[in-house]
């Protein structure tokens, strides 16, 4: 959807290394949130945040995972150490207050492999 | 807890018949959102149609309707004189309105296939 723009759209890393994926919303969201999707686990919330205040983080796997909304028009998801088993498809949502109501629409995702 | 369930891994439905695809979910709240979710092979989600829990009346998107039967927690998808480029996996996703999370809880998803 326009309006998230995610980047990178694909990354491949070495293990060890690490990852930071972007995500610019439009203005006049309600929240950001950050998904990761894996065959084994499907659609997980990983974190999300409602004026730029992390909300729920409860799904963040472990420290090695961090995520930062410095503005309300960009966030960051950032891994350190990443490791194979963190390779997956991150979105970044938002909500939004349209006509017909509040609803969630998705970035195009970011597809990570870790090597 | 919220959860919901997509009981058909997958479906397959012939060109311009129709298919319903199933989803359960379990709540205690009154007030929620259902949402209806479609990813092509292209791993982007796509919004297919919403449901507000308060309204009686069933959503329709052109080709795409639900069946919502609150009592039963049943959020069913029907899609109408299928098409090729309806061919996704299919996503049912709840939301709850009180208690301020903002969080979808996501069924395990339904890979439709449609036959030409």
């Known amino acids: 959807d326009a309006g998230v723009i995610q980047s990178p759209r694909h990354e491949v890393t070495e293990m060890g290394q690490e990852v930071t994926l972007r995500c610019k919303p439009i203005?006049?969201?309600?929240?950001l949130f950050w998904y990761r999707q894996t065959m084994m686990r499907g659609l997980e919330l990983l974190i999300y945040?409602?004026?730029?205040?992390?909300?729920?983080d409860s799904g963040m796997p472990e420290d090695r995972f961090s995520a930062k909304m410095p503005n309300a028009s960009f966030s960051t998801l950032k891994i350190q150490p990443s490791e194979p088993r963190d390779s997956a498809v991150y979105f970044c949502a938002i909500s939004f207050e349209g006509f017909s109501g509040n609803t969630i629409y998705f970035g195009e995702g970011s597809w990570l492999t870790v090597v | 807890a919220q959860t919901v369930t997509q009981s058909q891994p997958e479906m397959s439905v012939q060109e311009a018949e129709t298919v319903t695809l199933s989803c359960t979910y379990d709540t205690s709240e009154s007030d929620y959102y259902l949402f209806w979710y479609k990813q092509p092979p292209s791993r982007q989600m796509i919004l297919v149609i919403r449901?507000?829990?308060?309204?009686?009346q069933n959503a329709t998107e052109n080709r795409f309707s639900v069946n919502f039967q609150k009592a039963a927690k049943s959020f069913s998808l029907k899609i109408s004189d299928s098409q090729l480029g309806d061919a996704a996996m299919y996503f049912c996703a709840y939301r709850s309105i009180l208690g301020g999370s903002e969080k979808l809880v996501f069924g395990k998803g339904t890979k439709l296939t449609v036959n030409p």
């Open positions: 945040f409602n004026n730029n205040v992390p909300i729920d």
């Open positions: 203005s006049g969201h309600n929240s």
């Open positions: 449901q507000e829990a308060y309204k009686q």
